[in-house]
């Protein structure tokens, strides 16, 4: 009874949170612009939203709700000019986690999401990039990187699906971005002994046990000149399904 309650309140600490954080975030979002061009204030956007991250996981650490093991993370933060980082995604909350780690970085987040009042601001604030229109979303993530950004892009467009195993299909807009802007790929491996949050998940349907995470960054690829988009991809994927199938990643 005592752990369901400690659940029930972790989920509405969450709630108001991110009711409070999303508000602030509007308007951040619109005083930001005033104060600082426009380069400038994505950074501040970023650092505000980083630190809004690690204060949630921080909550959710306190509620003994999620563990997460970083291995590797030193490699991106040492990084320098632009960069992709592309976890795979099993779950709702993986954005979070690497942009809590990693900061002054961007991502690439469903159309609908910008939608939603609680992620407008922050997403706004942080310059994120929507996937639709398509054409618009590639033109973004290339112009960025090439000016030296580090971008967080999903390679499996969505969550993971039951049905497709370890890993969705590899979505192809990462492997133009990655041969126009001419930047590293970096792969992070997430692994999860939950299904919480998984592609079906209900946002209201707590989890059963303490959710354990790992991330691990793995080497990074570049499109290789007179490469085949396909080809990088799938050379791509299989260092997803090789790594997540071992007992170390």
């Not at 999903?154 to 990655?178: H, I, K, M, S």
């Not at 354990?212 to 260092?239: I, Y």
């Amino acid at each position: 009874m005592l752990d369901r309650l400690r659940l029930i309140t972790a989920w509405i600490a969450s709630l108001l949170y991110w009711i409070f954080g999303g508000t602030g975030f509007l308007l951040l979002c619109l005083l930001l612009p005033v104060v600082f061009n426009e380069d400038d204030a994505k950074m501040v956007g970023q650092s505000f939203l980083r630190t809004a991250f690690r204060g949630f996981l921080k909550l959710l650490s306190w509620f003994e709700i999620v563990e997460c093991e970083y291995v590797g993370f030193e490699r991106l933060k040492d990084q320098q000019g632009g960069m992709i980082v592309a976890p795979n995604h099993p779950a709702l909350w993986d954005a979070v986690f690497v942009l809590a780690e990693v900061d002054h970085m961007a991502c690439v987040l469903k159309a609908s999401l910008m939608c939603n009042p609680i992620l407008f601001g922050g997403a706004t604030a942080a310059g994120f990039i929507p996937n639709e229109p398509t054409h618009k979303m590639l033109r973004q993530c290339i112009d960025m990187l090439k000016g030296g950004g580090r971008l967080l892009f999903f390679p499996e467009g969505t969550r993971t699906r039951a049905e497709n195993g370890e890993l969705n299909p590899f979505q192809g807009g990462l492997a133009l971005v990655a041969k126009n802007a001419g930047v590293p790929v970096w792969p992070v491996y997430v692994k999860t002994n939950s299904r919480y949050l998984n592609k079906g998940w209900p946002l209201w349907r707590l989890p059963t046990e303490k959710v354990s995470l790992s991330m691990t960054v793995g080497e990074p690829l570049h499109f290789p000149a007179n490469g085949d988009p396909q080809t990088f991809l799938n050379e791509l994927r299989q260092c997803y399904l090789t790594a997540l199938k071992s007992p170390a990643a």
